[in-house]
């Protein structure tokens, strides 16, 4: 089927590109002497959220708002449901005591915000739930105020931002990669949306689940590959870090950006996602706190994957 050819195609590309981009901004900042907590906390960290911020620019350049909000809500559900779940097969993941207390409330803060600016038709009787411009100038504010806490907590723990080697390249090699990186991104993002489209009409499903499932999936594979290596490698904070920050980043900055750029309508069917996103962040913050605190156990894991089966299950289609 051609439709699932580029989506496929499209979610390569975009994931390369994201790679290539980073490795090239990397190399460049080093060479222009910039320090490892400045790439830290800028390039590496803006670049695993790359492929969700490309797909969903083409989904509202496109005016296809069911994969703009879709993308980050299906996204943000496999974090930490499928990804952490997954993760602490591996190993147990703990974590510090200042992530479960203040990064992922914060996480919370996001899909809790997220949700009342996406409930227009319940909190004021308007015809159609939308994310406004100036709902995305507010949640752009928020980020800014997220890095300034990022940058304090660097400071404070400078080991945290660097997460990583990355090589240093000729000045040649790394605009290079920066360009074909761009490049592959912008040609994968549009790719990914034309797919899914194709993809959701082929098989009578509603672009809203695709968008919660295979784009979701696709453009969360950047976490999946950091997190299970972590987890693996015996990296708990690096697991569960890795997928705090990015959902935070998705929330604030890719939606911020994205309904800024215009207005985006809330689909009816995606308010299952909304609330399981909640629900997600809920669970793990309970999960930390209660019995081996701050440690996420392998059959806690099970049952963050079992919850992300029964949404899958109970999403409409």
Partial sequence: ???????????????????????????????????????GLTVVAFGTSLPEMVVNIAAVLQSKPEMAVGNI?????????????AASLFCPLGVRKNTTWKEI???????????????????????????????????LALFVIFLAYIAGMARELPEVAEQGEH??????????LLAAGLVLLIVGGKLVVVGAVQVATALGLSESFVAVTLVAVGTSLPE??????????????????????????????ILGTSSVLGQIPVPGDLRLSLYVGV???????????????????????????????????????
Avoid: E, H
């Fill in 73 to 85: 809500t299906g996204s943000n559900i496999c974090n930490v449901l499928l990804i952490l779940g």
């Fill in 224 to 253: 999946l590959a950091t997190s299970v290596v972590a987890a693996y490698k015996k990296k708990a904070d690096i697991a569960i870090g890795n997928v705090v920050g990015s959902n935070i980043f998705n929330i604030f900055l």
């Fill in 167 to 176: 090589a240093i390249y000729s000045t040649a090699k790394s605009l290079l």
């Fill in 105 to 139: 409330p914060f996480s919370l803060l996001a899909g809790i915000l997220l949700l009342v600016m996406a409930s227009d038709r319940w909190l004021d009787g308007a015809p159609q739930d939308i994310l406004s411009r100036t709902d995305g100038f507010g949640l």
């Fill in 279 to 317: 629900l997600a962040v809920v669970l793990l913050l309970v999960f930390l706190l209660l019995g081996r605190r701050y440690i996420l156990q392998r059959w806690q894991g099970v049952i963050l994957l079992a919850v992300y089966g029964i949404y899958l299950i109970c999403q409409p289609r």
């Fill in 1 to 39: 089927m051609l439709g699932f050819i580029w989506l496929i195609a499209g979610l390569v590309l975009v994931v390369k590109g994201a790679d290539w981009l980073v490795d090239g901004a990397c190399s460049l900042a080093r060479r222009l002497g910039v320090s490892d907590l400045a790439i």
